[in-house]
């Protein structure tokens, strides 16, 4: 049986399947993994993660529970070392100036990836990883798009036709998301920095783990300056905003 290894948030796992029925999966987590195959040489290691058996009606389902077991795999080998917080982050495809996005599940993270990531370059849908010094750690991992019944189908940014990133991103601007479908437009609200960080705290992974999380939070923030809360019904109504916080590509 074959393995695989996909990268993200500065770490790396091994994917390893059970059987040679698991191992059929693997073109499969090939295609949706595209961006994440190219394993750079200074990346933690994050040990394995399994590739169960299943059938052929089990497919979906499968990779679903592989993302979110690989995510967590990730997420553990760097908890405390960096800011990662549950958010889908956008690029400008020339300087590299990133917009964040902060949301719980189901709140349109990953439909406003898909929706503009084919105007700025795509990171990640789900989770943000940051550096104290604004620099951010691309997860390009595939999106996770709902279905109209079932499991998520783990889709390629390739198959969507998002840009990759060929800059070094970097924190520009950060909003807080609540989709609210009757919103005709965009209600944005200035967050003053204190009221930011509290709101931010619960959507991030670890942070209890980092020392002086609060400080470095705030360090962090302090130069992107307002955190706006945002309330939308459509990704497509948020475009003026990302123009205006990171700029027109």
Known sequence: MSELRVHGL????????????AAELLPDV????????????????????AIPDHTLDERAGTMQRLTQSITQSLIRARAGELFLFHAAALCHPRTGATVMAVAPGGTGKTTLAKTLG?????LSDETTAILDDGRIIPY????????????????SPVQLGLL??????WLA????????????IPDVLELPLLDAMAAMAP???????????LHRLRDLL????????????????????????????
């Open 10 to 21: 500065g770490a790396a796992v091994t994917l390893q399947p059970q059987t040679d029925a």
């Open 30 to 49: 090939e295609t949706a993994w595209a961006w994440c195959l190219e394993v750079p040489n200074d990346v933690v290691d994050a040990g394995e993660v």
């Open 118 to 122: 084919t105007t700025y370059a795509y």
């Open 140 to 155: 390009p991992k595939p999106l996770s798009l709902r279905a109209a019944e079932g499991p998520k189908i783990e889709t």
């Open 164 to 169: 990759r990133a060929s800059v070094d991103p």
């Open 173 to 184: 601007g950060v909003i807080l998301l609540t989709r609210d479908p009757n919103a005709t």
């Open 203 to 213: 959507e991030s992974s670890s942070m209890s783990k980092m020392s002086r999380p």
């Open 222 to 249: 302090a130069p992107v300056e307002p955190v706006l809360r945002v309330t939308y019904a459509e990704a497509s109504q948020l475009d003026e905003l990302v123009d205006q916080l990171i700029g027109t590509p």
